[in-house]
């Protein structure tokens, strides 16, 4: 009675050894295209912007736009069919942030800002073979973001002149631009399913997530996830 248990058992546990047969070891480089959500964002822009409102100015025609689009090149070396390291360099569409300082005298400071976002991290990614080239796969690292503000500012003031002899308030347009730059260390984890053509390509789609990306002086923190699909050549 054991013995036809024993004989179905015998193809089962070849099914690992039949999935890596085909699989050699090799690195590979790609790019991938996908969606961003900056969780947090624009609230934490919104309590920032909000301190600007006081009993002598108002906050008007506030607006925030978050990055919705990405751009990713990546490499790495898979070396068995279940390990793999990795690292990648992600550009982020710029943040847009504007909004303007009025008071009751009639000047105003029209401020807008963009905010430029590069994410550099490297993994550890495990795969688990499933069938004909296809695999899931998880991955967990860190790495560091970079971020430049760029400003610009204009707007009118009243400065006191003097003219035949009486100071009148005279109005001044202003205009200026400034910079600023931030980095710091944050930490990834994602999962994802790809296919490989035998020995050429691969093909992906990921979910990536990225912890404390920004800081105040980029008008605030967040947590970044994203989707991405990508193509990969070995080499």
Not at 130 to 153: N, P, T
Not at 154 to 182: K, T
Not at 200 to 210: G, K, L, Q, S, Y
Request: a negative charge; hydrophobic letters at 40%.
């Amino acid at each position: 009675m054991n013995r036809p248990t024993f004989l179905l058992a015998v193809p089962l546990l070849a099914l690992p050894s039949l999935a890596s047969a085909d699989f050699y070891s090799h690195r590979y480089a790609g790019l991938s295209f996908g969606n961003a959500d900056q969780q947090g964002f624009c609230d934490s822009v919104d309590a920032q912007i909000s301190r600007f409102d006081t009993d002598s100015q108002d906050v008007a025609e506030r607006g925030c736009e978050g990055a919705e689009q990405l751009v990713k090149l990546y490499g790495g070396w898979r070396w068995t069919p279940s390990l793999a390291v990795e690292a990648s360099v992600q550009q982020l569409d710029d943040n847009k942030i504007g909004f303007t300082l009025t008071n009751a005298r009639g000047e105003f400071l029209r401020v807008e800002d963009e905010i430029e976002t590069r994410l550099a991290t490297a993994y550890a990614v495990g795969h688990l073979p499933l069938f004909d080239g296809a695999s899931v796969f998880a991955k967990a690292g860190g790495g560091f973001w970079m971020g430049q503000l760029s400003e610009r500012q204009r707007g009118e003031v009243l400065v006191p002149i003097e003219q035949d002899g009486e100071i009148q308030e005279v109005p001044v347009e202003i205009r200026g631009r400034a910079r600023e730059a931030d980095s710091g260390f944050h930490w990834s984890y994602g999962a994802g399913i790809s296919y490989r053509n035998e020995n050429n390509w691969t093909i992906r789609a990921e979910w990536e997530t990225f912890q404390d990306i920004g800081s105040d002086d980029l008008r605030g923190t967040y947590d970044l996830e994203t989707v991405s699909l990508g193509w990969s050549l070995h080499f």
